[in-house]
């Protein structure tokens, strides 16, 4: 995501330089390239605190996590990671695209934050269990009903997942507009 950021970036700069005929010196370039990083640094660091994206998520499978279901809506597992603990909330507001669903983003909500122990062993999309001390596992689950017109997903369907915290909420629209060009994304067909 951060990538769609730093290219938003650099083609307002290069519009900037050309709508105000400005010249591409030695004083003029580093000071847009400097400055851009300063202000693409912030943004992303800002919305990753306030508003939390995992990109390794996973469908969990119907029997494999009964923490916190209810209504047999579809669930997700986010690993997230520890310092976005906070942000992490039961009830919260998320969103979620699937690999295997291009262009399309569905409502999710937060339903727990869990502890790795509490995961059984195999569930598909976990990281390494080298990389699960440095992630938090969080339960969601999918309540946009238009889900279950793809009712045929099987478990383990990689899945990106953002929660959006109450502080900030004109970020949001950052966070959920970079969601949504991650799941235009995955019509691309590029080797693994």
């Not at 000071?31 to 939390?52: D, E, K, M, R």
């Not at 603990?85 to 399309?104: C, K, N, W």
Request: proline residues 6%; aromatic residues 8%; glycine residues 8%.
């Amino acid at each position: 995501m951060e990538i769609f950021v730093v290219t938003g970036y650099a083609a307002i700069a290069i519009a900037m330089f050309a709508v105000f005929r400005l010249p591409l010196n030695r004083w003029t370039v580093p000071v847009a390239s400097l400055g851009g990083l300063f202000v693409v640094f912030t943004l992303i660091q800002v919305l990753n605190h306030y508003h939390p994206h995992s990109a390794s998520s996973a469908q969990a499978p119907a029997s494999g996590s009964e923490t916190g279901a209810e209504s047999g809506a579809p669930q997700l597992v986010a690993w997230f990671r520890l310092n976005q603990q906070g942000r992490l909330h039961d009830g919260s507001s998320a969103e979620v695209t699937f690999d295997a669903i291009p262009g399309e983003v569905f409502s999710a909500e937060v339903r727990s934050v869990l502890a790795s122990a509490d995961l059984p062993q195999g569930l598909p999309g976990a990281p390494a269990e080298t990389a699960r001390a440095a992630l938090l596992p969080v339960l969601l689950a999918v309540t946009d009903e238009r889900y279950a017109l793809y009712h045929g997903l099987l478990a383990g369907n990689a899945a990106q997942a953002a929660v959006y915290g109450e502080d900030l909420p004109q970020l949001a629209v950052v966070r959920k507009t970079l969601l949504r060009m991650a799941a235009w994304m995955n019509y691309l067909s590029l080797p693994a």
